[in-house]
């Protein structure tokens, strides 16, 4: 018995959502993004989700690096690398850069932790990152939409290759995550 990948959306793609999120997520956004224009989710549960899962994600590495800082950065060269940058952005730019650190490549998971080593007040980044989480959410679960309803309106029948959009969404956006990470070593 063979399942296709838009029974398996709409069967655990809130779950996905959530796991992405918690993460760094921006692939498993966009393809869900692209699942409600198709009807498959619902767009406000999934920005829902990911904003909540999102915060989540950020407000664990806030708490690791607040409280085991010094050690990660001991024990991770490539963490404590990121560290004099995102130190100055913060002398800088604090109130801006907590909401946009899940937008810089690179710094998505270390910025949070960096940021809780470096000694934020807990409540300012707590307000300031559930601010970035929904903007994020709206912002990557809307393109997603929209890339939907794009297609829709250049191919006659989307229905025909929801299957493989959906496919090449994700495989996609992992082949550019692991480009990323290939890149940065």
């Given at each position: 018995m063979s399942v296709s990948v838009s029974v398996?959306?709409?069967?655990?793609?809130?779950?996905?959502?959530?796991?992405?999120?918690?993460?760094?997520?921006?692939?498993?956004?966009?393809?869900?993004?692209?699942?409600a224009h198709r009807g498959l989710l619902d767009l406000r549960l999934v920005m829902l989700i990911a904003a909540l899962a999102g915060t989540a994600g950020d407000q664990i590495y806030?708490?690791?690096?607040?409280?085991?800082?010094?050690?990660?950065?001991r024990r991770?060269?490539?963490l404590a690398g990121q560290l004099p940058r995102v130190q100055a952005l913060l002398e800088r730019h604090h109130t801006t850069l907590i909401p946009a650190i899940r937008f810089m490549v690179g710094l998505r998971t270390a910025g949070p932790l960096l940021i809780g080593w470096a000694g934020?007040?807990?409540?300012?980044?707590?307000?300031?990152?559930?601010?970035?989480?929904?903007v994020w959410a709206v912002l990557v679960g809307g393109l997603g939409y929209v890339f939907g309803a794009t297609l829709e309106r250049l191919l006659t029948d989307i229905k025909s290759v929801e299957e493989a959009l959906?496919?090449?969404?994700?495989?996609?956006?992992?082949?550019?995550?692991?480009?990323?990470?290939?890149?940065?070593?």
């Open positions: 398996l959306v709409a069967r655990y793609g809130y779950a996905a959502v959530a796991a992405g999120a918690l993460l760094e997520g921006e692939t498993v956004l966009l393809a869900a993004g692209f699942a806030f708490a690791l690096g607040r409280r085991h800082g010094a050690a990660l950065l991770l060269p490539r934020v007040n807990p409540w300012r980044f707590t307000l300031l990152n559930m601010l970035g989480a929904a959906l496919i090449g969404i994700v495989v996609g956006g992992a082949g550019l995550h692991l480009a990323r990470r290939f890149w940065r070593r």
